[in-house]
């Protein structure tokens, strides 16, 4: 029986071709043609990551003392334009106020 069915499958050179002809390897070939864009992308995204790493950990400081010195700079402005900002709601304020007053003089 064993060597009937071994015969009767296993005899001839073509076997194998044959079973791989008649799986069905479409998902193979999906999952490879996604598979290659994905590897190439994450392995330019960690060169560039490790490039980074080495100018942060080779210019450290210089690098956090120049973004420490701009963000002084950026909250500076923003402060003097909030400030300029209070001075001149104060001065529309102030002069609406005048404006009501004098407005209310001249009708009495």
Do not use: M
């Given at each position: 029986m064993g060597a009937d069915w071994r015969h009767e499958h296993l005899s001839h050179a073509g076997w194998a071709k044959e079973i791989v002809l008649q799986m069905n390897?479409?998902?193979?070939?999906?999952?490879?043609?996604?598979?290659g864009p994905n590897?190439?992308?994450?392995?330019?995204?960690?060169?560039v990551?490790?490039?980074a790493l080495f100018f942060l950990f080779r210019n450290g400081e210089t690098i956090s003392m120049h973004c420490r010195t701009a963000?002084?700079?950026?909250?500076?402005?923003?402060?003097?334009?909030?400030?300029?900002?209070?001075?001149m709601k104060y001065r529309l304020s102030s002069c609406a106020k005048r404006r009501r007053?004098?407005?209310?003089?001249?009708?009495?």
């Open positions: 390897t479409s998902w193979a070939q999906e999952f490879g043609a996604n598979l590897v190439v992308h994450r392995v330019v995204l960690f060169g990551y490790l490039l963000s002084q700079k950026v909250f500076a402005l923003q402060a003097a334009a909030e400030s300029d900002n209070r001075i007053i004098a407005t209310s003089v001249t009708k009495r």
